[in-house]
């Protein structure tokens, strides 16, 4: 039941990255990415999640925000 509290609380914060991020709100896209990366962290740490896996979800999440920052630039 813990295991699924907690991937519960890190789906939830990827999403709300992704609403950060299409409402292209870079601030709190920013501030989201942090929360969710020290949840996908803290999860690969105790063995809930690949640490891979961790890598590549907080990667791919990563991208999507500086893509964001880079577009607000252009």
Known sequence: MH???IRSKIRTLA??????VAAKDA?????FL???FA????AA????????AASRKKSRLSS???????AAKA
Do not use: M, P, Y
């Open 45 to 52: 740490k105790t063995g809930i999640v690949h640490w891979r």
């Open 27 to 31: 601030k709190s896209a920013k501030t």
């Open 39 to 42: 949840a996908w962290d803290k």
């Open 64 to 70: 999507r925000v500086d893509g964001l920052a880079a």
């Open 15 to 20: 999403r709300k990255v992704e609403t950060a």
């Open 3 to 5: 295991n699924l509290q």
């Open 34 to 36: 942090n929360e969710a």
